[in-house]
C-alpha cells in the first residue's frame, strides 16, 4: 500500500469510522485506460485518491470533486474540483502536473479568473476539505 493511500485511510477512518466500500473506489487498471483515452497525465495523490475513494457520497456532498472524464483545462491549471456555488474552482499548475503532491490553487471565478496559492498539496487539501464538509473544522495550518 502507498503512502497516499495509507493516508487517506487514515482520514476517512477518523472523519466515517470506516475506509470506502469497494463500490465506492475505481478500478486501477480502468482509471489508466481512461486516462490513456482522455490522453491526461494526473498526479499520483489523484490517481490515488480516485482508486481509493473515486465513488465516495463526500465526493458530491457540498463542494464537488470532478470524475477524471470531467477534469478540464482552464488558464494552464487542470480544474480537479469546483466549489458548490460554482464562485471558485480548484486545479494544479500544468508545470507541476508531473509531482506527486503539487500544490493546490484556487480560481475565483469573474470576467477573468484570479488565481490564489491555498499553500497546500493536493492530498492535504482534499482531505482538509471533507473534514470542512463533515465538521465544519479546518484542520491546523501546517508552517
Known sequence: MND?????????????????????????????ETLRSLQLTIPTSLFEYHVFAGRHWINEELNRLRPVEELSWIDDRLIFADENQDVVCWGINRSDIALDDPVVWQGVNGDTIEWYSEKQTLSRFLMAMWKWTVTGELPPTEN
Open 4 to 32: 497516499f493511500v495509507e493516508y487517506y485511510r487514515k482520514c476517512f477512518l477518523e472523519l466515517f469510522d470506516s475506509a470506502p466500500a469497494p463500490n465506492e473506489s475505481l478500478d486501477r487498471e480502468q482509471l489508466k
